[in-house]
């Protein structure tokens, strides 16, 4: 997350997350920790949001407000 220039604070809340999963059992072992699949969808969307904003910006097709829903539904795949 850090070569991504994710914010501190979402870092934070991902690795809470991870922490709270691993005291529940949730997960299976450490390749777990290096699934993104596994975080809740709002979470991951979060963190997409944070990673993708700079590039999805730069993309000519995706600048207005008309196409709020279409940067939503690239972010989530």
């Not at 991504?4 to 450490?30: C, F, I, L």
């Not at 008309?66 to 940067?71: E, Y």
């Amino acid at each position: 997350m850090r070569s991504h220039n994710v914010p501190t604070e979402m870092q934070r809340r991902v690795q809470r997350w991870y922490d709270y999963s691993w005291s529940r059992g949730r997960m299976s072992g450490a390749g777990d920790v290096h699934s993104i699949k596994l975080l809740p969808d709002k979470l991951k969307t979060e963190l997409a949001l944070h990673v993708n904003l700079v590039t999805l910006k730069k993309v000519l097709l995706l600048t207005g407000e008309c196409c709020i829903l279409l940067k939503f539904f690239i972010l989530i795949r």
